[in-house]
């Protein structure tokens, strides 16, 4: 199972990759940003307890747990993130659909 420090090296090698992608690229960059999210929480359940969630439903429920003290706005955060990127990857929306 990965390291905390594997999952903050993709968290760095994924902010790195979003400098790099066009601001065009939205769908994109949305996805990298939700697994900069993600390899943030698994370091942080790797940190904490060594503990390696096998789906999202399981990280999502051990994240939202008194346990791990992740702030309310984080949660919502994560969540908004989790369901843009699916969005991204699977129902083909344009762009536009994505921006403020």
């Known amino acids: ?59 999502n429920d051990l994240l939202w747990t008194r346990r791990y003290r992740v702030p309310s706005l984080a949660q919502y955060a994560y969540e908004q993130l989790e369901r843009y990127s699916r969005e991204a990857r699977y129902d083909c929306p344009s762009s536009g659909r994505f921006e403020r």
């Open 1 to 59: 199972m990965p390291t905390e420090a594997a999952h903050l090296r993709d968290v760095r090698d994924n902010l790195a990759t979003l400098e790099q992608l066009p601001e065009t690229l939205v769908k994109w960059r949305i996805t990298v940003r939700f697994y900069v999210a993600l390899h943030l929480l698994d370091a942080l359940l790797e940190g904490t307890d060594h503990t390696h969630p096998s789906s999202h439903q399981e990280r």
